[in-house]
């Protein structure tokens, strides 16, 4: 089946820090593979994606590359800042008979302190 | 700005009493979800609307019934709240099925059963 396994949280970083989240996934088709972000009390919004083996996305800093060999689409970025403080979902998705859904891992919370 | 809104933000409900959640877009996409976020879990998708065909998700309850009257407005409706409906329910939209196309969220409702 397809499925997204995330690193468990929460990452608590200092601002200007490194940041990797990983993500790994197991799909029976050719996924397209997104990072998305939900801020507290709000819906999620898509941060990258990427729809192809060794397409990078990126936005607002923030860098991951679909990597089919490792079947991996970790998240980075160089520089925090407190503001990127959220839940970031690992997502792939999958056409199927009944149309294509988003299969979210079980999310990672970042908190960065100044 | 184009967009996905939902209604009420909050909604508090008393166990066994119907509810209903409100979606709308302005995106004139094709495709609507209503997906279910218990806390600190990914989001679960229920189903979804192609135009007017609706898809239910294999182990999406009875309890769990959708609407959409038009391309704009889709409605989640639970005919009998428990207490483990208590969840954010999200609203997403994307233009077509496919692996390509990306889901755009609403803010999410967040149901309170009492």
């Known amino acids: 089946g397809n499925s997204v396994t995330q690193m468990e949280g929460p990452v608590t970083l200092s601002e200007e820090a490194f940041l990797t989240i990983n993500c790994t996934y197991t799909a029976t088709g050719y996924p397209s593979l997104f990072w998305y972000v939900q801020y507290p009390g709000e819906g999620l919004q898509l941060l990258l994606k990427?729809?192809?083996?060794?397409d990078k996305g990126s936005n607002k800093g923030f860098e991951a590359t679909y990597r089919k060999e490792t079947t991996s689409f970790h998240l980075e970025k160089g520089s925090v800042q407190v503001s990127d403080s959220a839940v970031y979902f690992c997502a792939l998705s999958v056409p199927s008979e009944a149309g294509t859904a988003l299969i979210f891992g079980k999310g990672t919370t970042l908190s960065v302190s100044s | 700005d184009a967009m996905v809104i939902q209604n009420p933000r909050y909604q508090v409900t008393q166990f066994g009493k119907p509810v209903t959640l409100s979606c709308s877009q302005t995106l004139n996409h094709n495709v609507m979800y209503w997906y279910q976020q218990k806390s600190s879990q990914a989001p679960k998708l229920l189903f979804h609307?192609?135009?007017?065909?609706?898809?239910n998700e294999a182990d999406t309850p009875d309890n769990f019934q959708s609407r959409r009257p038009n391309t704009s407005f889709c409605f989640l409706d639970i005919r009998s709240p428990g207490l483990g409906d208590a969840a954010m329910y999200l609203c997403?939209?994307?233009?077509?099925?496919?692996?390509?196309?990306?889901?755009?969220f609403g803010p999410g409702t967040r149901l309170t059963v009492l």
């Open positions: 609307y192609y135009d007017k065909d609706f898809n």
């Open positions: 990427a729809t192809k083996a060794d």
């Open positions: 997403a939209t994307s233009r077509e099925f496919g692996r390509y196309n990306e889901q755009f």
